[in-house]
């Protein structure tokens, strides 16, 4: 494997072929390996909260001005 672009195993931490949908030694579904920088990987999580921040709350509160527009300052 040397010389390949490799992944590593989140479980077993193998070094896996980057083309690897699971991992041969402990069977743990592969993913892709992270940047090591700070900051550069982005979560399903983190990048939900930042829908939600973002998209929903100002429509959320652009609708509360419309329809209820004595609710907010």
Do not use: H, N
């Amino acid at each position: 494997m040397r010389g390949m672009a490799v992944m590593i195993c989140t479980e077993c931490k193998a070094e896996l072929p980057r083309d690897a949908w699971s991992c041969p030694y402990c069977g743990s579904p592969a993913e892709e390996a992270t940047t090591g920088e700070p900051g550069k990987d982005i979560s399903k999580r983190g990048m939900a909260l930042m829908i939600l921040l973002f998209l929903v709350f100002p429509i959320l509160i652009f609708l509360i001005q419309i329809f209820l527009p004595d609710s907010l300052p």
